[in-house]
């Protein structure tokens, strides 16, 4: 072997000395170094994913895209994801900066101010522009957003999806039907919404954009941990939350707690309305001494639902009560809830009516008064006009002792549900729903029954608002409303449906008898409170229930006063 020349030995020992050196102290070249997963930039800004139209124009595309969590909503009873925003918007008035990326937090838990890269497919979730699946979310350090200041009536909301918003101006609550089972409400600006065909001047496009879906960032039903409750009227002021969208609407998912202010409070009694005698009418939303039909499914649902109707009663404190929605099974129901009142108030304070004629419905109108105060004339009657389901009931009354009489026109007109395909009674498109050509058939024919009848008064569920055809028709015919007399605009409203406030009970009184009208009053314990703090088991948590009259149904009760000369008492 030949010997290798002494510089070239000397060269051999520094590189073997070298390499030694470097695997020793574990060192890789940098050139080897792999690339960490926050060195995989975003290859699309989230305006990109969003675009200017309704929908994502990178449908089902992979994208990869930067920005920092404004929402964390991602357990699995939450949204089982997180909103993201990007804090270099694009400047494009017409493009969303925000986006929601579908990744539960046993995928990559996040929170708000994280600086994120997140890999997933562009899709389209039932209108809801998103990111899933999730392949990769990267925390790469942190950042922040500010709220961006929104208001409404609002253009459109598409170019805010899953923005991160706030709300300087005071929202007012229109709706919470489903508070409690989904933890939505409605907020409305300017004030509450009201149905279009009960007032004048309502425009259905402008409700449209007053109003705003809050949610609970939950797709859970019935939750156990309930948002904060709140009367129809009460307000917020300053609320702050991301913009998904789910179920046909956008919705507000909050990031910061709600706070409502007692804008509604709660009204102890009905307003005074002065007179010697006091008229109500009350829809009393199935009151059934049948388990298991209508109204309370078992016994203890039953006595709940009493306690309330009782305390309703006893707060009208009235000399002549109309009901609606009472079994039609006789005497039986009525006689039960006059019996559950008189053992509050005093036996004999309050009797009831028979109904000559109840038809054949499941349930029948009522009538109960107070023997001390009023003196029926005659017999209880009823049309018997085959226009009726469910047949009105008539009654005369004097204050005891004489004087000149009234009477009272117990009714519950034709409901707006079950449209029939085609013809007269289907749905118009006119904003009254269907059934309305029957309804104003019912009025023409109650215009007769007050034909020869001694001061009467049309009261009861009409199941029309104020300006639709049904009360026109009673109107136009020699009746007045008293509501629409006495009443403000503003309180004007019995029922609330989906998120619209009207009056579909009404008190109608002929031309004689206005002169004797004192006043009247609608008493807001039904319509304005959310129904979970009914007497219903199925849903409501326990310590919601109280026995007073709040939700005791959903219909809001009316009461009249007048003044009638003669008698006693």
């Not at 920005?67 to 991602?74: I, L, M, P, R, S």
């Not at 804090?87 to 708000?112: C, E, Q």
């Not at 939505?184 to 009960?198: I, Y």
Request: with cysteine; hydrophobic share 35%.
């Amino acid at each position: 072997m030949r010997a290798l020349p002494l510089a070239a030995l000397t060269v051999a020992a520094t590189l073997t000395a070298t390499l030694t050196a470097t695997l020793t102290a574990g060192a890789v070249p940098a050139s080897a170094a792999p690339a960490g997963p926050c060195d995989t930039p975003a290859d699309r800004q989230i305006a990109e994913v969003q675009g200017p139209g309704a929908a994502t124009p990178l449908a089902g595309q992979s994208v990869r895209v930067e920005g920092v969590v404004t929402g964390d909503f991602q357990r699995g009873d939450q949204l089982s994801g997180f909103f993201l925003q990007d804090p270099t918007p694009d400047g494009d008035p017409a493009t969303s900066d925000g986006l929601f990326a579908f990744a539960r937090d046993t995928f990559k838990d996040v929170k708000v101010g994280d600086r994120v890269l997140v890999t997933g497919r562009a899709i389209e979730y039932n209108g809801w522009t998103e990111l899933s699946p999730v392949t990769a979310v990267d925390v790469c350090g942190t950042g922040s957003v500010a709220p961006l200041r929104q208001s409404l009536p609002a253009v459109g909301l598409e170019s805010v999806e899953n923005v991160l918003l706030t709300f300087p101006q005071p929202l007012t609550v229109s709706d919470h039907y489903d508070l409690g089972r989904f933890g939505e409400v409605t907020l409305s600006s300017g004030g509450r919404l009201f149905q279009p065909t009960d007032r004048p001047g309502v425009d259905p496009a402008l409700n449209q954009r007053r109003s705003l879906l809050l949610d609970d960032g939950s797709s859970r039903q019935n939750p156990a941990t309930l948002p904060p409750l709140a009367r129809a009227g009460d307000t917020v002021t300053g609320l702050t939350g991301v913009l998904g969208y789910g179920f046909g609407a956008y919705r507000l998912q909050p990031t910061e707690p709600v706070a409502y202010r007692a804008a509604n409070p709660r009204p102890a009694r009905p307003a005074r309305v002065g007179g010697n005698v006091k008229v109500a009418s009350f829809n009393t939303l199935n009151w059934f001494t049948t388990l298991g039909s209508r109204g309370a499914t078992d016994a203890a649902e039953q006595q709940r639902q009493l306690a309330k109707l009782v305390a309703a009663l006893k707060g009208l404190d009235a000399d002549a009560v109309g009901l609606m929605e009472v079994e039609n099974n006789g005497r039986t129901a009525l006689q039960a809830l006059v019996d559950a009142v008189n053992a509050e108030v005093g036996a004999g304070t309050y009797a009831a009516l028979t109904h000559p004629y109840p038809g054949t419905d499941a349930i029948q109108v009522g009538l109960i008064y107070k023997p001390a105060k009023l003196k029926p004339v005659g017999e209880p009657a009823a049309s018997r006009d085959p226009v009726f389901s469910r047949p009105p009931l008539v009654q005369t009354f004097r204050r005891t002792g004489g004087g000149q009489p009234f009477t009272m026109i117990v009714n519950h007109l034709k409901s707006k549900g079950s449209c029939p395909d085609d013809g007269p009674d289907a749905d118009q498109g006119d904003g009254q729903g269907c059934w309305n050509a029957t309804r104003v058939k019912q009025a023409q024919a109650l215009l007769g029954l007050t034909a020869d009848l001694p001061n009467p008064i049309v009261l009861g569920d009409l199941n029309a608002y104020g300006e639709e055809d049904p009360v026109d028709t009673l109107e136009a015919g020699g009746l007045t409303s008293v509501t629409k007399k006495h009443v403000p605009a503003s309180q004007r409203y019995s029922y609330v449906f989906e998120g619209l406030a009207g009056e579909l009970d009404h008190m109608l009184v002929g031309r004689q008898l206005l002169k004797r009208v004192t006043g009247a009053a609608i008493w807001h314990v039904n319509a304005d409170e959310p129904r979970i703090l009914d007497y219903n088991t199925e849903y409501n948590p326990p310590g919601l229930y109280r026995p007073d009259a709040y939700r005791s149904s959903d219909h809001d009760p009316l009461v009249v006063g007048l003044a009638l000369p003669g008698g006693r008492g």
